[in-house]
């Protein structure tokens, strides 16, 4: 690097009353990403690290956010943003053995370069997804509000990843809501091989600011006296008067995307021009111009940087290859969970399923001040179900909020304020909508306790299933969709009081539940309910009848429809299993009842192929073969999306071929 007076420097630099130490600070803070990357970029090149990510040129982004932000605010920052976790003081060996997958890192070997957080140091570190990190920052500023704290927290995006709905969905909520997030957009010229002109069709994305009604400001990126400058202001102002704020920083990518791929797509000339505008040469340029620094204390600045650096490499090389054991990696998908078993009351009240669900949920509200509730129409209209009626009136619209149709982007919400200390609850409005949250719910909610031990302490409440003629889109039973994927808990209760229980575990849960309310149920099957708050554990199924010629393992409605042929059948001896939750799965009921008949029927009201009737019927298969007296059968809707008209619709579902499956197998 070369720092002399003479370079000519492209920046009007102005000091505008900033101290000697706070302009040095500035400058060391960019110096240390600076020189840590041209290290890395020597280990690459000799294959000891495998993978990086350049944030070269950017930094007085980076150190700019992070020196504006006070240590307590959370900052969620990008693939490129190594100047967020050296500002804040991270020390070095943890980020190496972090790089190299080792213990002292941040998730035990199993996740790579920055996707990681720490509450340490009030980091959320991205998914390689991009654009749910909008959301999050959400979640984290509506939990600041809720504190009262006066706390902002700030996220990064590539002008690439602006493109994604999440994104968008993010900044409508942040100003409908006025949270005060510092949202962050790095305009680098590319997204990999992608240049701006291929990526949005504006002059600025800032001048989308407009578009959500929200302050934009656009700030040159690489003069480290105007973002530090600007965005003190402006931060400043944002916790006393809480709202959003997007600002485009106009800067370069002087790397290629990952070090691997290149940058002979760009042209010559932007890498020269940019190359002139560099952070940190022309800072050191200006600041021995004007007599504050010398070439030899910059000298010695690097040679401090460059042996802690080295020293603090030798700590993670030294660090020995993780390992770990089978046990150790399953205890860590989810955080333990102390289950407190609260006795249902004696007092009880006759009542339908859908109040069941109301009443767990507003007990769970006023035992829980932390708990916020958001969905579509949940506040004054009550839910398009009115579960959630009188609630805005009894908790206030701090806590019970009206949403705008972005599911994506309130899961992402929930999980921020998880990391904020708080419990959501999240009403998707028809379970068939969660294909728009799906991704972070599968890859944010499902992986952070694995990743980096954040728990989501989420529920997100499903009403799902066919037999109201409500079509393909607003009658789906998609558990299987979550049941597969490490992480998620799912319940998925037949009865008004297993609804009411376990729904209040869910919400006790720090874990991410996904909760199933069966809407044919919801007003079609009542129960005497214990008229108190109590909790039912969750991974315990129900034997409802007790039988010797078949086992039928069911949920949901399917537990109905069986009811209904155990009462047509007096004759036949059937062992009824109702799982009530999906995952964790009680295998010990599964197979205790597999034993007693010798003969089991799967009934699952979802299609069959790939839900879990087949994977129940693996089960059994492996571990109670020698106890079969007959083939296991499976009992589901048929491979079709589900029909509109009545017909169709029970043509459809499994409750009509459930009498002749029973037949088959009792004269096998
Ligand atoms: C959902 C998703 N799509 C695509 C990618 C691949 N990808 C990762 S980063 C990236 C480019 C991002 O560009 P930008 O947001 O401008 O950030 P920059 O890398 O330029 O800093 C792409 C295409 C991904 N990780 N996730
Ligand atoms: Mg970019």
Known sequence: MKSTAEHSIPFDYSIDGLDNETLISLYKRMLKPRLIEEKMLILLRQGKISKWFSGIGQEAISVGVASVLSKEEYILPMHRNLGVFTTREIPLHRLFAQWQGKASGFT????????????????????SHLGPQFGVADGIALGNLLKENKQICAVFTGEGGTSEGDIHEALNVASVWSLPVLFC???????????????????????????YGMEAHIIEGNNILEVYKQLKAITDDMRENPRPVLVEFKTFRMRGHEEASGTKYVPKELMDTWAAKDPVENFAAFLQAEGILTETQINSFKDEIVQEINENLDIAFG??????????????????????????????????????????????MERH????????????????????????????????????ICESAIVSASMGLAINDHKAVMEMQFADFVTSGFNPIVNYLAKSHYRWAQAADVVVRMPCGAGVGAGPFHSQTNEAWFTHTPGLKVVYPAFPADAKGLLATAIEDPNPVMFFEHKALY???????????????????????????????????????????????????????DLRTLQPLDTEAIYESVKRTGKVLLLQEDSMFGGIASDISALIAEHCFEHLDGPIVRVASLETPIPFAGALEKNYLPQQRLNTAIDKLLAY
């Open 185 to 211: 957009i790095e305009n680098n010229g590319y997204g990999l091989s992608t240049p701006t002109s291929e990526q949005y069709n504006c002059e600025h994305l800032a001048d989308r600011g407009k578009g």
């Open 369 to 404: 001040e932390n708990l916020v509730i958001m969905g579509q129409d949940i506040a004054e209209y009550g839910g398009v179900f009115k579960i959630t009626e009188g609630f805005l009136e009894q908790f206030g619209k701090g806590r019970v909020r009206n949403t705008p």
């Open 108 to 127: 035990k070997g199993r996740d790579r370069s920055f996707h990681f957080g720490t509450q340490q140091y009030k980091i959320v570190g991205m998914i």
């Open 319 to 364: 660090e020995e290859a993780i390992s770990s054991t089978e046990s150790n990696e399953l205890n860590d998908v989810f955080k333990s969970f102390d289950y407190q078993h609260i006795e249902k009351n004696s007092n009880t009240e006759e009542i339908r399923f859908v109040d069941a669900i109301a009443q767990g949920l507003k007990q769970s």
């Open 523 to 577: 007003r079609s099957i009542r129960q005497e309910v214990p008229t108190d708050y109590y909790t039912l554990p969750i991974g315990k199924a129900a034997q409802l009848n007790e039988g010797t010629d078949i086992s039928i393992i069911t949920y949901g409605a399917g537990v109905h429809w069986a009811l209904h042929e155990i009462q047509q059948r007096p004759e036949v001896s059937i062992d009824l299993i």
